[in-house]
């Protein structure tokens, strides 16, 4: 199948606006549309309030619904226990060794764009699809396909997306890349969808009740200990609760009375400690990153002028970036940036195009092997 002709596309429908609008929008294209809603809810987990959740229960009644009201085919695959494995673990387990994870990145990557994928092509498929705002094309010149903001840069999720092989991207679909949010509803509207106006799900769609702490507290196979708050010339000010309840940039919760505002400048897992410094011992000039993937280069240069995201809502800033071995590379800024932030996603642009992008490194991963 040669991309831009009709082929058999499988839609990611998670019962939300954005998905639905993508399946309508594909089928009014000429594609032969399947819609499939991916069961991967944990069992011991309830629902969310509401039942708005981007893979909870009611969200397969919600894509079930759509896709009867569109004429396509609607399955349900179940994916519970890679998602178990790939997200949920990973995202306890990276909070429990002193990182923040990204577990949106961790679905896209594991589950959407790889597992559903081969699943897709096993099944005869010429594409997936799925509601992200972001866009894929193919660069002739350079000879590759390539990913590029979405045209609402608000709603921009490509940032979330940077883990894309060239093979994914040569089967993936992305079309809501050219709308806006409220473009997506008025179309949604257009077609008579009873989620054009549903509620956005929420951010980390498994921890339904409480917050983060209470989920990794009930789910760690490991005790959280409490240890040290220490500050950079290694004084004890205080006691902290347990690693994963803290986060760097954190200044609230810290239980400190020193007289001045203490923040959170790195977590320590080799000995258990929080490490509290003042703000300017916050920015950073450089970063590293391991698990790099980039889409823009087949051959990498030393280096490259980039701007830089180093969380999802954060604005781009000016960069350096060399590559280095191992899927290593340093980012260095032109302007120092504030509470850097191991484990979360550096994402790498040239203007609109996703250069790249890796998993920031904390300063005890970075003892990588000289080359």
């Not at 069992?43 to 894509?63: F, I, M, T, Y």
């Not at 994928?117 to 972001?134: F, N, P, W």
């Not at 932030?341 to 003892?367: K, N």
Request: charged share 25%.
């Amino acid at each position: 199948m040669v991309r831009g002709h009709k082929g058999k596309v499988m839609v990611a429908m998670s019962g939300g606006v954005d998905s639905s609008t993508a399946a309508a929008l594909l089928k009014e294209q000429g594609y032969e549309v399947i819609g499939v809603t991916l069961e991967i809810w944990p069992l011991d987990v309830p629902p969310p309030p509401g039942e708005v959740g981007c893979c909870s229960l009611s969200a397969v009644e919600d894509a079930r619904r759509v896709a009867h009201l569109l004429g396509i085919p609607h399955y349900v695959l179940n994916f519970r226990s890679l998602f178990a494995e790939k997200v949920i673990d990973y995202f306890i387990t990276d909070y429990l060794e002193g990182r923040t994870p990204n577990p949106c990145i961790a679905c896209n990557r594991f589950i959407k764009f790889e597992a559903l994928l081969r699943k897709a092509l096993a099944l005869g498929m010429d594409y997936i699809a799925t509601g992200h705002y972001a866009r894929v094309f193919y660069d002739g010149e350079r000879g590759r396909y390539l990913l590029a903001k979405g045209r609402d840069s608000y709603k921009d999720q490509s940032y979330v997306l940077y883990t894309f092989t060239q093979e994914q991207l040569a089967h993936t679909l992305l079309p809501l890349g050219e709308y806006t949010k409220e473009e997506v509803r008025e179309i949604a509207e257009m077609y008579g969808l009873p989620v054009a106006r549903k509620p956005e799900s929420q951010e980390i769609c498994f921890v339904t009740v409480g917050d983060y702490r209470e989920f990794i507290r009930e789910r760690a196979r490991v005790p959280i200990r409490p240890g040290p708050i220490l500050d950079l010339k290694g004084k004890i000010l205080g006691q902290h609760q347990g690693l994963p309840y803290y986060t760097v940039g954190q200044r609230r919760g810290l239980g400190l009375a020193t007289g001045r505002p203490l923040f959170v400048v790195a977590l320590d897992p080799r000995r258990n400690a929080v490490i509290v410094g003042d703000e300017e011992d916050l920015l950073s000039y450089k970063l590293l990153a391991r698990d790099n993937n980039y889409i823009l280069w087949d051959e990498l240069p030393p280096e490259a002028e980039v701007t830089v995201k180093i969380r999802y809502r954060s604005p781009e800033a000016p960069a350096v970036l060399r590559p280095k071995a191992y899927g290593v590379a340093e980012v260095e800024f032109k302007e120092p940036q504030r509470a850097v932030t191991p484990g979360q996603a550096v994402v790498y642009y040239q203007e609109d195009l996703v250069v790249g992008g890796g998993t920031i490194m904390a300063p005890w991963e970075e003892e990588v092997p000289s080359t």
